[in-house]
């Protein structure tokens, strides 16, 4: 087993702290080290530092992306929070069908990891359209820092377990289903989403327009203080007036630093 130092463990966790405003304390240290220890062991590296060079020196960012793989968690599933679908559909939606300037809404899931967060909005929305006899149309860009979430993504393929808890005329209607028991999201449902890479640490957002509803939920809690502020300042400047900030339940903006408006848990408001 190469054992990780304490010196050897500040490079990094203050590597992806700068970089990528992920934050890993000291409790983190033996995730990391059973994380990348197969890693240093395939590659023939002696010890983390030696690890750590290649990474930084690597011209060719693939070594970048395996540490990024390997150290982000992405957890998430179909319906996760399903408060905030009832009131992305029952209050945001209507809301934004009232006015007729708001025919193609754009919608942001941050940091969307294997996708289903960016197609339970997707599939919402379609509901909603399809109920309502709405007019409205919705691109939905998801991003994420992992090149290995982002191909989960896009694959769209999901095992028997995920899919089972959602509503029947889902899994009929958006989804095509395997001999297997898997779903694979439907080109429709697909159509509507776009995938990027992006780096929410970025200090300007490479959007030409601004969104109508940002989700970004359970992605700051691995931030610090100062990089979450600065995120959230990002984020309302990226929203359009009226526009919605749906965080994660674990998760609260400071109310006396941000320009948002508290609606409820988890849920923000850009005021006109």
């Known amino acids: ?13 203050d590597f992806m702290r700068t970089n990528y405003g992920i ?6 240290k033996s995730l990391v ?3 990348l220890h197969n890693l240093l062991i395939e590659k023939k590296f002696k010890s983390f530092s030696e690890y750590y060079d290649y990474v ?6 693939d070594a970048l992306t395996e540490l990024i ?4 968690t992405n957890y998430t599933y179909f319906m996760r929070e399903p408060n ?9 939606l209507p809301g934004l069908a009232s006015n007729p300037n708001n025919r193609d809404l754009r919608i942001w899931s941050a940091g969307c990891s294997s996708g289903e967060e960016a197609y339970t909005i997707s599939m919402v929305f379609q509901d909603y359209k399809k109920n309502n006899n709405s007019n409205m149309n919705a691109k939905i860009l998801a991003t994420d820092i992992s090149n290995k979430a982002l191909e989960a993504a896009l694959k769209a393929e999901y095992p028997k377990e995920s899919i089972d808890t959602l509503p029947l005329n889902w899994k009929s209607e958006y989804f095509t289903i395997g ?8 080109n429709q449902t697909k159509n509507m989403i776009k995938l990027a890479y992006l780096n929410l640490m970025d200090t300007q957002f490479p959007f030409r327009k601004k969104f109508h509803v940002i989700f970004c939920r359970n992605v700051m809690i691995y931030f610090d203080n100062k990089k979450k502020d600065e995120l959230v300042e990002r984020f309302y400047d990226a929203l359009e007036p009226g526009g919605y900030l749906f965080i994660g339940h674990s998760e609260a903006l400071n109310r006396d630093k941000t320009r948002f408006k508290y609606i409820k848990p988890a849920i923000y408001r850009k005021e006109k």
């Open 1 to 13: 087993m190469i054992e990780i130092s304490d010196k050897e463990y500040r490079a990094i966790s």
């Open 23 to 28: 934050k890993l304390g000291e409790e983190k």
């Open 33 to 35: 080290t059973g994380r």
């Open 56 to 61: 930084i020196s690597d011209k060719s960012g």
């Open 69 to 72: 793989n390997r150290i982000t």
């Open 84 to 92: 905030h679908f009832d009131f992305f559909k029952d209050i945001v």
């Open 179 to 186: 001999s297997d028991g898997k779903g694979t999201v439907n």
